[in-house]
Nanobody, 123 residues
Framework: QVQVTESGGGLVQVGGSLKLSCAASGRTFSRSIVAWFRQAPGRGREFVATGSGEFTKYADSVKGRFTYSRDNAKKEILLQMNNLQLEDTAVYYC??????????????????WGQGTQVTVSS
């Protein structure tokens, strides 16, 4: 099973930027899908972004502002977040699942999760 750990969260002003990092370990990393989800207080876990060498998918709410990238050699997944808005405030999680059929935007289909990193956007 792939294990993931997030880092890079913090407190920024509206319009600012942050870069989140997800460090992965495990022998099956190359055959895994790694995604970012977020959860704000009182809300469910929301899909943010995922990708591979063949595709990249973003939630409509972050498209054009966030960039997902993956370095298979380093086993690292990055999420560059630009032009942050108040509604981006949440705990951000990195998640992994085996490659296969299914909807990669559904949180309950992932079987490995990090502890989360807090992103707070203030005005």
């Amino acid at each position: 099973q792939v294990q993931v750990t997030e880092s890079g969260g913090g407190l920024v002003q509206v319009g600012g930027s942050l870069k989140l990092s997800c460090a992965a370990s495990g022998r099956t990393f190359s055959r895994s899908i790694v995604a970012w989800f977020r959860q704000a207080p009182g809300r469910g876990r929301e899909f943010v972004a995922t990708g591979s060498g063949e595709f990249t998918k973003y939630a409509d709410s972050v498209k054009g502002r966030f960039t997902y990238s993956r370095d298979n050699a380093k086993k690292e997944i990055l999420l560059q977040m630009n032009n942050l808005q108040l509604e981006d405030t949440a705990v951000y999680y990195c998640a992994a699942r085996p490659i296969g059929s299914g909807d990669y935007t559904i949180a309950r289909q992932y079987n490995s999760w990090g502890q989360g990193t807090q992103v707070t956007v203030s005005s």
